[in-house]
C-alpha cells in the first residue's frame, strides 16, 4: 500500500495519451485535444442547488479529450476507463433515455448544445483521464467539460474563449452558458441530479484561485489560494468507499430543500440564510412541519454552511490561512450530523488526519463515501497520509487513495 500522493499527468503526457487511443481505436490523427481538470470543493457543500455558496477548486488532474469533426451526424467515442469498447449514435435518434452508461455524459454535451441552437454535428472522440472516476472529484463535470471546450472548439461555437497569461478565463459569461449546457447533459441525458458546482469549477475557475460561486445568480469571484506560501498544503484523501446509494440519498436531500423553502414561503434555502434576522424563525417554524425532525437539521446545514463558505473567504484574504481549519472542522460536523451524507470511511480519515495533527479536515464532494481534505503542514503531508491509511486498515477499511491539491487552470 502506497501513501505516496499520486501525482496528476503532466499535460503533455495526457494529451499523447489521448492522442495515442484516438489513433489506435479510429486509425487516424485528431484534430486537436482538448482537457479540463476535476476538482475539489474547499467548503459549501450540498448548497449548490439551494441557491448558496461554494468555494472549489481546479485540480491538476484533468480528463483529455481527442477529437476530431465528421460530415455527417455520427458520434463515436472510445474511453480508456472504459472496457466496454467504441459507442457510436446518430445524434439525429438522441433524446434522454436513448444513451446510457459514461457515453451519455459524452453525447449529452452534443445533444445539449444542439438544444441550445448551436450547430453542432457528428464527431469521433477518445478519452483518458488521471481524475479518479467516483471519487467525489467531479469525473464526470472533467469528462462533459473537455467535451464541451472540445467541441466548441472544433464547431467554433466561440463560448469557451481561451485562458489568459495569468491562468484566467478569457470569456467567463461563455463558459458559464457552456457550464450550464453540461449541467444539463449530466440532469437529463445521464439522469443525475446535480446542482452546478462541478462544472463551473472546471470551466470557469483560475489557476492559483479558489472560485467562490455564487449559485443564486451563478456570479463567480477568483479568490487567491496559495497554501504552499504559508508552509500549508491540502492533501485529499479518496477513501475508495463503496458509495452505491448515492444517487437516492442525494436526491431525498435536494427533495427536503425543496420542501423546506416551500413550508417557509421562500425561493431557496439562500433566502434563509441571507435573512438579516438569521435562521432560528425558519427552524422554528419547520420544527412545527409534519417531517419537521428531518428539515430542521437539513435546513441548520444548509444556512451554516454558506455562512462558513464567507467566513472561510475572510480568513483567505486576511492573509492567515490556517484560520479556515475550524472552519473545515464545523463543515464535516454540520454535514456528518446534520445532513448525514457522511459515513464511515470518510469519519475515519477525517479523525486521523486531524489526531495527526491536520488543521481541519471534512468530507468533500456530495458524500456516501468519495475523498475528504486535510489543511496540514507542508512538512506534515506523508505522516498525514500514513496516519490516515493505518487509522482505515486498523477499522478494516479499503486502503485509501492520496494526492496533495493545487488550484490547477480551467478547461482548454
Ligand atoms: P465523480 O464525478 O465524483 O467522479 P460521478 O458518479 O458523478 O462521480 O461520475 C462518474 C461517472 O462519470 C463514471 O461512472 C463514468 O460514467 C463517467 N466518467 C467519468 N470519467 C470518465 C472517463 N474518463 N471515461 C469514461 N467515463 C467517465
Ligand atoms: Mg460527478
Redesign the pocket.
Known amino acids: 500500500m502506497s501513501t505516496v500522493p499520486t501525482p496528476a499527468w503532466r499535460p503533455a503526457e495526457g494529451e499523447r495519451r489521448a492522442r495515442d487511443l484516438f489513433a489506435s481505436t479510429f486509425r487516424t490523427a485528431p484534430g486537436g485535444t482538448w482537457s479540463a481538470p476535476?476538482r475539489v470543493n474547499l467548503i459549501g457543500e450540498h448548497t449548490d442547488y439551494n441557491g448558496g455558496l461554494a468555494l472549489p477548486i481546479a485540480l491538476p488532474h484533468r480528463?483529455y479529450a481527442a477529437v476530431a469533426r465528421r460530415d455527417d451526424d455520427v458520434v463515436r467515442l472510445v474511453?480508456?476507463?472504459?472496457p466496454s469498447g467504441v459507442h457510436q449514435v446518430r445524434l439525429a435518434d438522441v433524446a434522454p433515455g436513448t444513451v446510457t452508461?459514461?457515453a451519455a455524459?459524452v453525447v449529452g454535451v452534443a445533444w445539449a448544445l444542439r438544444q441550445a441552437g448551436h450547430d453542432v454535428g457528428g464527431f469521433d472522440v477518445a478519452?483518458?483521464?488521471c481524475?479518479?472516476?467516483?471519487?467525489?472529484?467531479?469525473?464526470?463535470?472533467?469528462?462533459e467539460a473537455s467535451v464541451g471546450v472540445a467541441l466548441d472548439a472544433s464547431f467554433r461555437l466561440g463560448l469557451a474563449g481561451g485562458v489568459d497569461a495569468t491562468g484566467a478565463p478569457t470569456d467567463d459569461a461563455g463558459r458559464a452558458l457552456l457550464a450550464d449546457l453540461c449541467v444539463r447533459a449530466?440532469n437529463e441525458m445521464?439522469g443525475?441530479p446535480?446542482g452546478g458546482m462541478?462544472q463551473a469549477a472546471s470551466l470557469r475557475a483560475r489557476e492559483g484561485h479558489a472560485l467562490l460561486l455564487d449559485c443564486r445568480d451563478g456570479a463567480v469571484r477568483h479568490v487567491p489560494f496559495d497554501l504552499a506560501t504559508h508552509g500549508l498544503a491540502l492533501l485529499v484523501v479518496d477513501t475508495r468507499a463503496p458509495h452505491s446509494h448515492?444517487g437516492g440519498e442525494y436526491a431525498q436531500r435536494r427533495a427536503a430543500c425543496e420542501d423546506a423553502a416551500r413550508h417557509l414561503g421562500v425561493a431557496s434555502l439562500r433566502d434563509v440564510a441571507d435573512d438579516a434576522r438569521g435562521d432560528a424563525w425558519a427552524l422554528e417554524a419547520l420544527a412545527a412541519a409534519p417531517d419537521g425532525a428531518v428539515l430542521v437539521p437539513r435546513v441548520r446545514h444548509v444556512t451554516s454552511e454558506i455562512a462558513r463558505v464567507a467566513a472561510f473567504v475572510d480568513a483567505l484574504g486576511s492573509g492567515e490561512p490556517a484560520a479556515v481549519g475550524p472552519l473545515m472542522d464545523a463543515s464535516h460536523a454540520s454535514l456528518r450530523d446534520d445532513y448525514e451524507v457522511s459515513c464511515r470511511e470518510l469519519d475515519v480519515a477525517v479523525d486521523a488526519a486531524r489526531a495527526a495533527g491536520a488543521l481541519g479536515a471534512r468530507m468533500t464532494?456530495?458524500g456516501f463515501g468519495?475523498s475528504a481534505i486535510a489543511l496540514v503542514r507542508a512538512a506534515d503531508v506523508a505522516h498525514v497520509a500514513d496516519a490516515v491509511a493505518a487509522s482505515s486498515a486498523a477499522h478494516g477499511l479499503a486502503a485509501p487513495a492520496f494526492a496533495v491539491a493545487v488550484a490547477g487552470p480551467p478547461a482548454a
Not at 79 to 82: K, T
Not at 131 to 143: Q, T
Open positions: 476535476g480528463t474511453s480508456a476507463q472504459e452508461g459514461w455524459y478519452i483518458d483521464s481524475v479518479p472516476s467516483g471519487a467525489g472529484l467531479s469525473s464526470s463535470a472533467a469528462l449530466e445521464a443525475a446535480t462541478d448515492v464532494g456530495g468519495g
